[in-house]
């Protein structure tokens, strides 16, 4: 199990908390002063802190500051894709708040409920029984297919689905990506470049993918081996659900 830290802000993620406290009290029905903000430790690329006070504990997750990748960090697309699922089964945290003023904070940015859990970042497991871990990976694809059920267009989401082959689409935008970003020519990856164009699987279903659809990124109940959050929507997009059991 890998406990999730929490540390003072990092210098270059650091707000203006003061505005932030002022934006909590006009959108957020409840909020009670003072507010602490601690940082999440890790690598999501959309930093992410607690926010804590006395009745109540939030998570922020915003853009980073500086310039970014074209259709990167695009917080406001994982508040509505959350939005959406809440109360249709499918474990997510409860959205509170959406601010796309830059304005506000410096950029972007969303307020939901903290969900308590446990989070797991072996795949093995060895922190569980046997018994417990065949019940992880059952509530795994049970979870799963509970986000494949529905349906984009009925829970608002029909927008979000884009014409032509989503598997193509998603080869040419992490091309893209990876061009914007490479330190060095690679070989292999001027070869994977070349061959994937070439063998586009035709789609089979539409529905709403997660695009990484991992134990890293699903938080578990405190005490039982049940899911209780499925974490970092950032790459979520309505395409072929296949695409998250390939991953």
Known sequence: MSDVELTPVRPAHVFDEAALEAYMR??????????????FEGGQSNPTFMLETPTERYVLRKQPPGELLPSAHQVDREYHVMDALH??????????????????????????????????????????????????????ARVLAALHRVDPAVVGLGDFRRPGNYFSRQVNRWTKQYLASETENIDAMNHLIDWLPKNIPSESSTGIVHGDFRLGNLLLHETQPKIVAILDWELWSVGDALADLGY
């Open 87 to 140: 109360g249709t089964g499918v474990p997510v945290p409860k959205m509170h708040s959406l601010c796309e003023d830059p304005e506000v904070i410096g950029t972007k940015f969303y307020i939901m409920e903290m969900v308590e859990g446990r989070l797991f970042t072996k795949t093995t497991l060895p922190e569980l029984t046997p018994a417990d871990r065949h019940e992880v990976y059952l509530d795994m």
């Open 26 to 39: 006009m959108e957020l029905g409840g909020y009670r002063p003072p507010m602490k903000v601690q940082q």
